[in-house]
């Protein structure tokens, strides 16, 4: 006789203990760079750091360690396109006040 075990739960369908304590959501990083940054890709950043904690107690620890990575690679992907879109506004700025002063 054979009993089916769904996989990741252990002996008698109780699932196993959290290998340690939740991963970091990253929530105010995605909630400056929301705000500073880049707003379309910090949103998403925030739509991640929230579900980390919600997986972690569901007993999804895999869904939350995925959820922590997503959501930080979303708050760097925003940090950076807020950095580089400022750097090309303040570059294209001083070209225009540089070419207008010279009249």
């Known amino acids: ?3 089916y075990q769904p996989p990741g739960q252990g002996y008698g369908g109780y699932s196993a203990p959290p290998p ?5 959501n990253h929530l105010v990083w995605a909630i400056l760079t929301t705000i500073l940054c880049c707003l379309p890709g910090g949103v998403v950043s925030i739509v991640y750091a929230a579900q980390v904690n919600s997986k972690w107690s569901a007993g999804d620890y895999q869904g939350a360690m995925k959820a922590s990575k997503n959501a930080k690679t979303w708050a760097i992907v925003s940090a950076v396109v807020g950095l580089v879109g400022s750097a090309i506004y303040l570059v294209a700025m001083f070209a225009l006040n540089s070419n207008s002063s010279s009249y």
């Open 20 to 24: 340690q304590s939740p991963p970091p």
């Open 1 to 3: 006789m054979s009993y």
